[in-house]
């Protein structure tokens, strides 16, 4: 069965170091999200991106955040300048369409711990 | 802003009993609502949707329920295994409705032989 990708599986930045997520989504599948998930809390939708745009994003979301589809297969979510409390579980998901209830398909995340 | 709340952080039962998790929400009225496994340092997995002409859904040992008048879903796992235990998200679509999911923080389920 095909799945969603995440590298890598655990990343150790220091504060105020840039980091960049990667993720292949599954391949037909043409809405990609990013989640996190901060140890010990639920899960938390950060930006939504379709058609090489953002199409939705929280408030978490802020300017130090950006994702980008660099080739065909790739999605990845970069930080600028990461701070501690931006340690967390990032999973990727992706689904074949936006709207009709369709389920999504996660990775298994990368861990990202800032010192 | 919508509230999602899932009963109880930890629910323990014995092998081949039914579980029964409960998702409540407010401030909202989803036109679906799906569940998702997590197992420790894993992402969600999907396991069932809903949707909300639905009253309840079925796959396998699952079923769940969805009730919009009291705002609330049921997910029973009937004849449950120790391989059951994980913790099960509650996900609703935003207020927006759009699907970036609403994640409720979940219940851990532990399925004792």
């Known amino acids: 069965e095909p799945e969603v990708t995440q590298t890598p599986s655990h990343q150790v930045t220091q504060m105020g170091q840039e980091v960049i997520l990667r993720c292949v989504p599954i391949?037909?599948?043409?809405?990609f999200y990013w989640y996190r998930q901060i140890l010990g809390q639920k899960v938390e939708f950060l930006v939504s991106?379709?058609?090489?745009?953002?199409?939705?994003k929280s408030e978490i979301f802020d300017d130090q955040f950006s994702v980008e589809r660099p080739d065909g297969s790739n999605f990845t979510l970069k930080i600028r300048s990461t701070k501690l409390e931006d340690s967390a579980m990032y999973f990727c998901a992706s689904s074949d369409r936006m709207k009709g209830n369709q389920p999504q398909h996660f990775g298994d995340g990368t861990r990202l711990s800032i010192l | 802003s919508q509230k999602i709340e899932q009963n109880s952080e930890a629910l323990n039962i014995q092998e081949g009993k039914t579980a029964t998790l409960t998702c409540n929400y407010t401030?909202?009225?989803?036109?679906?609502l799906q569940w998702y496994r997590q197992d420790p340092g894993r992402g969600p997995v999907f396991l069932l949707l809903?949707?909300?002409?639905?009253k309840e859904k079925r796959k396998e040992r699952l079923k769940v329920t969805f009730d919009t008048t009291l705002k609330q879903s049921l997910f029973h796992i009937t004849a449950s295994q120790p391989a059951d235990s994980a913790t099960y998200l509650c996900?609703?679509?935003?207020?927006?409705?759009?699907?970036?999911?609403?994640f409720g923080k979940g219940t851990r389920l532990s399925v004792i032989a």
């Open positions: 391949s037909n599948h043409l809405y």
């Open positions: 991106f379709y058609n090489n745009e953002i199409s939705e």
């Open positions: 996900a609703l679509p935003s207020s927006s409705g759009n699907t970036p999911l609403v």
């Open positions: 401030n909202y009225s989803p036109a679906y």
């Open positions: 809903i949707r909300e002409n639905e």
